[in-house]
């Protein structure tokens, strides 16, 4: 390995809400196209339903309203992250997939604390690359461990249906 790679992190950008987002690629399992999202009740405002991925219940979440923004309106372009979340898989709905970039490790800041802002919990920090930013999201701490109990529970309970 090159020391430029390991001095670099790679991630998956993409766009929320007018805004860039980036996750480890190290967490995301595939993209794939928005489909059919099949509702299973007393799950939490923010999990839209479980698809079936290949013969496997994954559970989605609208990561807009996981964010606390207003939640978007579908279209070509919205597609789901799918990504290891501890022990299982969950999808994210994004507005639009943009690209894989190569983040140098010095050019990721901690994130600024503003009021009415992400949960600061949510975040790893933000990377500025050339005239843009990007916000850079912490999978591990998006859902609470009760939460990412609630979707093994749909995802178990789709599965039994």
């Known amino acids: 390995m090159n020391g430029k790679a390991r001095n670099e992190e790679q991630m998956v950008m993409f766009c929320l809400s007018g805004q860039n987002y980036?996750?480890?690629?190290?967490?995301?399992?595939?993209?794939?196209?928005m489909e059919k999202i099949t509702k299973i009740p007393e799950t939490p405002d923010f999990v839209e339903?479980?698809?079936?991925?290949?013969?496997?219940?994954?559970?989605v979440v609208d990561l807009s309203k996981r964010l606390s923004f207003v939640k978007a309106e579908i279209t070509d372009s919205s597609r789901i992250i799918i990504m290891?979340?501890?022990?299982?898989?969950?999808?994210?709905?994004?507005?639009?997939?943009?690209?894989v970039i190569h983040v140098p490790?010095?050019?990721?800041?901690p994130a600024p604390r503003l009021a009415n802002s992400?949960?600061?919990?949510?975040?790893?920090?933000?990377?500025?690359?050339?005239?843009?930013?990007?916000?850079?999201?912490?999978?591990?701490?998006?859902?609470?461990?009760f939460e990412t109990e609630s979707l093994i529970a749909a995802q178990e309970k789709a599965e039994v249906e």
């Open 118 to 145: 992400i949960d600061s919990e949510f975040l790893k920090g933000v990377a500025l690359l050339d005239k843009e930013m990007v916000i850079v999201l912490d999978i591990s701490n998006l859902l609470q461990q």
């Open 84 to 99: 290891d979340i501890g022990s299982t898989k969950a999808g994210f709905i994004v507005d639009e997939v943009l690209e």
């Open 22 to 33: 980036g996750v480890s690629i190290d967490s995301v399992y595939e993209v794939i196209r």
């Open 49 to 59: 339903g479980v698809i079936n991925l290949r013969g496997k219940s994954i559970a």
């Open 105 to 109: 490790q010095e050019s990721i800041q």
